[in-house]
Structure formats: structure tokens, C-alpha cells
């Protein structure tokens, strides 16, 4: 089972349809690409594979993976799981100490990247005492080292590729860090298929579908799903800050039935589309996740869409994703209702193939999942999954794979989500926020999503928070205010007030933006936003 064979099926049964478009142009006659057939890149990532090989990455290596999205991001990724090599992703926005940190946990013994990521290495002394080996994509400079031109000119005559088994590790992915240092999630390759056929059954994606990714992680599956990607060319490190005329040429210009984007990415959209009275008709499908999308962008993005297509946002972590999903037409009307009465998000029902609980809050470790206590329907508790995409542990973090697994009498793996939530009587799951985010005072318990909801709902709020100020226990809760552009704080204040007053909550902040995680620009870092206010 190596999930690089999906690759290899698709050159097989349609070897000249197009795997990947590149714009790089645009013109007054249209966008100007190179374009890539499933038969190139299947061909040119075994010709990787094999010059991996020949120097000497043997399969189970750890390989730091430093490439943008590109055909070279493509053709190595397949590459390294052909060759049995475990790539390490670390997101590079996530900060300088931070990220070698990470990879110090890591201790990739080959660094494969860009010019730029070579520099940084040298300059930072990333990797430095466990890095043996050197791929350059691009120019390389005073370093030695493959590089990958070469790499893919190797010939593949004696090249067999090594049979690797489900449970053999694939990949160490990094989390986003938005309430910690990033985590390495340890991706089996029994993972990365089951997430294949969950998406492709459940979203019913078909072959020869076209794909807009906004984020980099999920266009690896594009392959795999039969799906052509067309690249955006735009900064993948702040989706917020995109152009929304882009990429709506981009969904004109090549006819994208599928487009994926972080809630940020998706307001940033919708606002362009709701100003322009654009719509888009050829798009049946769009999916957001990385956050809560907020119900005034699902509302836009209808007004853009054709009745039968809809918006679509799955939940789960990058430990375990999907566990649950909900169409946007399934939102409108009472759930949406609910999340401004103050009942949290409504995520949906968890897919078939996931087993889902809901027990006590605890902020210990639980070994055996036995021991946890199920709560009352109904009743706020922590989100407990158990499936074929969870993982069972993180990269040399013995005490926090402890705090976030349980094991059954029949050896399951289950997975803390580290969410707070509740199962309403048909089943669907409601996110009322992070476990570690909610704010414990002297009467009590508050929920982010479930204050955060009513305050939202006001007009001229963009976004709110529920921050807890001091000890937990003892703490102070404030609702920080992001307005919209333009809006008149003056106008918002009562309606929050009234709204706040009924949890006990007084104290009112704005604030003109919200720290945010750099993945998805859309998880607000609330810990850090609480600093900020209470040093005010």
C-alpha cells in the first residue's frame, strides 16, 4: 500500500489528461501556462524516485521537504513516497525559532529545497548536526549536494521501487501551532488512502473534475482523485491577502468545478464577489476548513453559486481528517439560527467510517478510553473520534501523544480533539471551541463559539473573541471586537452589551485585527489576543 500507486493508476487510465496546469501570465487574450499530463508526472517522479535512490535514500529516511507549490513540489512528493522516504513538512511561516525547533525534533537526515530554504538553513543552522544530505531545486551555491535537475534525468531501467506496508510511516506532518508549538503528526501510509477514498466518496468527486487548491497540502490529493490542479500564483503563506480577480479569472479560464480555501481565503472572496455581482456558474463544489466559516460568507458564496452546487466545510484536525461535514444549504436557516442563540457551530454528522464520543472535560491524560465517562446528550463535552484517518502518535512527543490518544480493550486508537462540543438529536455534531481556549471563571465555564456566535451576528462585527484575562479559575472574561470595515463602534457597543450581559461578560475591546494562525489566517490565536488585553 503506497499511496504513490494512485499516481501511477491515473497515467495508466488516462495518461493524456492534464494533471497540472501552471499560469503564469495573464494576458489580455487569457492566461499563458505550461500544462503536465498524468503520464509526465507519473514518469518524471519515478526518474526522482529513482535518483533519490542512487543517492542513497534509503527507504524510512527523513527527508525535510522545502518546496512551493510547483511541478518540482508534485514530482517530489511522489518521489520521496515511490522511494519509501518519509518527507517532513514544516510550515516556513510559522516563525524562525519555531521552525527549527520542529526540525530539530524531526532530525530529517536529507534537506531537499528551494535555493532560498538553503540559505536559510546556512544562515540559521537549521538541521545542523543531523543533516547528511543536500537536494537543491534550483541554483546551488557554495553547498555540494544533489541537485534536482540531475535527479530527474536518471534513468529508471534498475529501478524498483520498495514495497512498503499500510502501517509504515509515510510522512510528519507539522500541525499550525495556533495553541502551541507545532506538533509532528505521524501520517501512516494506511492514513493518506483512507483520506483519499473518504474525500472522493463523500464529495463525490469524479475524474477529470478541476481543481483550484489555496492551500498547498490538499492539492497532493489532486493526483490521487483524478482532479487537474491549476496553480494560483499567489502567496500561499497569507491566503487573506489574496486576489480575489484572480482567481475568479483563473475559475473562468480553465472551467474549475472544485475549489478549496481557508474561511480567511473564502471572506476575502466573497466580498469581491458579492461587490462585482459576480457569479460562477460552472463551480459545483467549494470547501473551507482550517476554521469556522462564518455564516455571512456562506451566504455570499450561494449568491455566487448555481443552485445545485454548494459549499462544503469538513471537520477535523491534521490528526485526523475528515471526521464530520455539513453543506452550507444545510447551515441556512436553524442550525445558522443556532449558532447565533449561542449553541455553537454545527459541524455535522461524522462520516460513516468514524465512531464519535463526546466525554468530561479533562485536561489529563486518559490511557484507557474505558475510563473516560461519556456525557448526557446534549451536553457540552470534549470530541473523542475514532477511524481510519486517526493517527496514533506524534514525532517524539511522548507526553502529548498521551494526552491526546486513548486505546480501547480492542486496541482502537481514539483522538482528543482537544474541541469542546456536544451531539444534538440527529446526530450532528456542534464545535463550541477549544478545549484550551475556554475561559474558566469563578462562576463557571465559558465557550468561545458559543458567546462568539451571538456577538458575530451583530452588523458591523467582522469577528469577535472570548478571551479569559488572568488565572484560570479566577479569570476575567472580555469579548473582543473586530468591526468591519468602515463600521461604527459606537453603533455595535449596545447590541454586544445586552448580548453579553446575559454570560456575565462586561468587559467590551476592539481591536482592528486579530492574531492569527499563519496556515490559514482564520484561527484566531486567542491566548496571544489575550495578552494584548490585558496589558491595556
Not at 482502537?412 to 456536544?422: A, I
Request: hydrophobic content about 40%; some cysteine; charged content about 25%.
Amino acid at each position: 500500500m503506497n499511496i504513490a500507486q494512485a499516481l501511477s493508476r491515473q497515467a495508466l487510465t488516462q495518461p493524456d489528461g492534464i494533471a497540472l496546469i501552471v499560469p503564469r501570465k495573464r494576458t489580455a487574450q487569457g492566461w499563458k501556462d505550461e500544462r503536465h499530463t498524468y503520464r509526465e508526472l507519473d514518469e518524471l517522479s519515478t526518474r526522482l524516485a529513482a535518483g533519490l535512490a542512487a543517492e542513497g535514500i534509503q527507504p524510512g529516511t527523513r527527508v525535510a521537504f522545502m518546496v512551493p507549490p510547483s511541478l518540482e513540489f508534485f514530482a517530489l512528493f511522489f518521489a520521496l513516497f515511490k522511494a519509501g522516504a518519509i518527507p517532513v513538512l514544516v510550515d516556513p511561516g510559522i516563525g524562525i525559532k519555531p521552525l527549527k525547533t520542529c526540525l530539530g525534533e524531526a532530525r530529517p537526515e536529507v534537506f531537499l529545497g528551494i535555493t532560498k530554504a538553503h540559505i536559510a538553513r546556512l544562515v540559521l543552522g537549521w538541521g545542523r548536526g543531523h543533516v547528511k544530505r543536500l537536494i537543491t531545486v534550483g541554483p546551488r551555491l557554495l553547498w555540494g549536494g544533489a541537485r534536482y535537475k540531475d535527479l530527474a534525468a536518471t534513468s529508471v531501467s534498475a529501478y524498483r521501487a520498495p514495497e512498503v506496508g499500510p502501517d509504515d510511516p509515510a510522512a510528519i506532518l507539522f500541525t499550525s501551532g495556533s495553541t502551541g508549538i507545532p506538533k509532528g503528526v505521524v501520517y501512516r501510509q494506511r492514513h493518506f488512502a483512507a483520506q483519499v477514498d473518504l474525500i472522493r466518496e463523500q464529495y463525490r468527486i469524479k475524474p477529470g473534475e478541476v481543481d483550484l487548491p489555496t492551500f498547498p497540502p490538499f492539492a497532493l490529493f489532486d493526483p490521487a482523485l483524478g482532479m487537474t490542479t491549476v496553480l494560483p500564483p499567489m502567496d500561499f503563506t497569507r491566503p487573506a491577502r489574496v486576489d480575489p480577480a484572480m482567481l475568479v479569472s483563473l475559475i473562468r479560464e480553465y472551467s474549475v468545478t472544485n475549489l478549496f480555501g481557508s474561511p480567511a481565503l473564502m471572506n476575502t472572496l466573497t466580498r469581491h464577489l458579492e461587490a462585482e455581482k459576480i457569479r460562477l456558474p460552472g463551480l459545483k463544489r467549494v470547501l473551507s476548513a482550517g476554521a469556522p466559516v462564518h455564516a455571512k460568507v456562506i451566504e455570499r458564496i450561494h449568491r455566487a453559486l448555481e443552485d445545485h452546487a454548494d459549499i462544503h466545510t469538513p471537520y477535523g484536525a491534521t490528526e485526523c481528517l475528515p471526521v464530520a461535514t455539513i453543506s452550507g444549504r444545510e447551515l441556512s436557516g436553524g442550525l445558522s439560527a443556532g449558532n447565533r442563540a449561542g449553541k455553537g457551530i454545527c459541524v455535522g454528522k461524522p462520516l460513516a467510517a468514524n465512531e464519535v464520543r463526546v466525554i468530561a472535560i479533562n485536561d489529563r491524560a486518559i490511557d484507557l478510553a474505558e475510563q473516560a465517562v461519556d456525557v448526557q446528550p446534549g451536553e457540552i463535552g470534549e470530541i473523542c473520534v475514532y477511524g481510519p484517518t486517526v493517527t496514533d502518535t506524534y514525532w517524539e512527543r511522548e507526553r502529548q501523544t498521551r494526552e491526546a490518544k486513548m486505546t480501547d480493550e480492542k486496541g482502537r486508537v481514539w483522538h482528543r480533539m482537544g474541541d469542546l462540543g456536544w451531539q444534538d438529536e440527529q446526530g450532528r455534531l456542534w464545535f463550541c471551541g477549544r478545549k484550551s481556549e475556554r475561559v474558566r471563571t469563578t462562576e463557571g465555564e465559558l465557550y468561545t463559539e458559543c458567546i462568539e456566535g451571538p456577538v458575530n451576528a451583530v452588523p458591523g462585527v467582522y469577528r469577535s473573541a472570548l478571551v479569559g484575562i488572568g488565572e484560570p479559575g479566577r479569570q476575567v472574561p472580555a469579548v473582543v471586537i473586530e468591526p468591519d470595515p468602515g463600521a461604527d463602534r459606537e453603533n455595535i457597543l449596545p447590541a454586544v452589551r445586552d448580548l453579553i450581559a446575559r454570560f456575565g461578560i462586561e468587559r467590551i475591546e476592539f481591536s482592528k485585527g486579530f492574531p492569527v494562525d499563519i496556515r490559514h489566517n482564520a484561527k484566531i490565536r486567542r491566548h496571544e489576543l489575550a495578552q494584548q488585553v490585558s496589558q491595556r
